[in-house]
């Protein structure tokens, strides 16, 4: 059974940074694609940055140039690296992750989730 379990979250004050962990049960070799999703109160859940089995990455044109997402394959973890936060960035942000062929930024494309991190950016 896969389980993501994501660390990292927490209070930073904006224009701070934080990195979030996404560390997997097993090999993360067998994922086409890994990816962060966020979700504010009263919104939907929206991709922030994925990071497929060949390294190639694909970002929000929010967090573009602010995050960067990057994965250490011997340690099974998937990281986003956040800098510059704004306060609009709070919500609870979610690892995923699918073995699809076709990658897409659909959250319904993913079928392994984590049970997210909370995080808040103080004004």
């Known amino acids: 059974q896969v389980q993501l379990v994501e660390s990292g979250g927490g209070l930073v004050q904006a224009g701070g940074s934080l990195r979030l962990s996404c560390a997997a049960s097993g090999s993360i070799f067998r994922f086409n694609a890994m990816g962060w999703y966020r979700q504010a109160p009263g919104k939907q859940r929206e991709s922030v940055a994925l990071?497929?089995?060949?390294?190639?990455?694909k970002y929000a044109d929010s967090v573009k140039g602010r995050f960067t997402i990057s994965r250490d394959n011997a340690k099974n973890t998937v990281y986003l690296q956040m800098n510059s936060r704004k306060p609009e960035d709070k919500a609870v942000y979610y690892c995923a992750a699918t073995s699809r062929v076709i990658i897409t930024t659909r959250p319904e494309d993913y079928d392994y989730w984590g049970q997210g991190t909370q995080v808040t950016v103080s004004s």
């Open positions: 990071i497929t089995s060949g390294g190639s990455t």
